[in-house]
């Protein structure tokens, strides 16, 4: 079981930066990977960026590649989206996702708004 609780969300300017948290509550024994996904209105949930928890190894979404960051501090059990250069089109709510034991859990999600 695990419970994560989502940070950092706000307005943010075109071509600023912003970075969301999120700390996870679980036995890091069974945590295996961590992800962030978007949600815009009126649009499904989409794939952001994931993160082994083990390894460390990264993957983007084409969308968001080269502009966000997705690290892990494993002391804190924190995995954080550090989001430069955003756009307008980068607004939504966005959730992040653990996989333990194999099931999935979310957050209850941060808004994020790009707009000057």
């Known amino acids: 079981q695990a419970q994560l609780v989502e940070s950092g969300g706000g307005l943010v300017q075109p071509g600023g930066s912003l970075r969301l948290s999120c700390v996870v509550s679980t036995s890091s024994l069974s945590l295996t990977d961590m992800a962030w996904y978007r949600q815009a209105p009126g649009k499904e949930r989409e794939f952001v960026a994931h993160?082994?928890?083990?390894?460390?190894?990264?993957d983007y979404a084409d969308s968001v590649k080269g502009r966000f960051s997705i690290s892990k501090d494993d002391s804190k059990k924190t995995v954080y989206l550090e989001m430069n250069s955003p756009k307008p089109e980068d607004t939504a709510v966005y959730y992040c996702n653990a996989i333990v034991r194999q099931l999935h859990y979310w957050g209850q999600g941060t808004q994020v708004t790009v707009s000057s």
């Open positions: 993160i082994s928890w083990i390894g460390g190894s990264t």
